[in-house]
């Protein structure tokens, strides 16, 4: 089992940064991406970001290119989610998903999720 606990979310100005820190813990070993996922009220999951674990290869959305980075700290099993640049349509729950296949970019390859954070974008 892993657990994931998610962090750094708050209300935000439009323009404005936060970044997002997902621990890990427990078997860490079986897991080989992990990834960032958002759910506005009335929408479905989406994908956000995503990296995986041993060689650091990022994946994004095409919504959150080069407004967010993803990044990873093996010694303290956190992946991150730097968001600059926030506007109002990123204001979601945001939640982190560890997945035992190569990549995590899509939420059924999810194998364990956190309990999101939220983040709330003002105009």
């Known amino acids: 089992q892993v657990q994931l606990v998610e962090s750094g979310g708050g209300l935000v100005q439009a323009g404005g940064s936060l970044r997002l820190a997902c621990a890990a813990s427990?078997?860490?070993?079986?897991?080989?991406?992990m990834g960032w996922f958002r759910q506005a009220p009335g929408k479905e999951r989406e994908f956000v970001a995503s990296i995986t674990w041993r060689g650091g290869m990022t994946y994004y959305a095409d919504s959150v290119k080069g407004r967010f980075t993803i990044s990873r700290d093996n010694a303290k099993n956190t992946v991150y989610l730097q968001m600059n640049s926030l506007k109002p349509e990123d204001t979601a729950d945001y939640y982190c998903?560890?997945?035992?296949?190569?990549?995590?970019?899509?939420?059924?390859?999810?194998?364990?999720w956190g309990q999101g954070t939220q983040v709330t974008v003002s105009s």
């Open positions: 998903a560890a997945c035992r296949r190569g990549s995590c970019h899509i939420a059924d390859l999810g194998d364990y």
């Open positions: 427990g078997s860490i070993f079986s897991i080989n991406a």
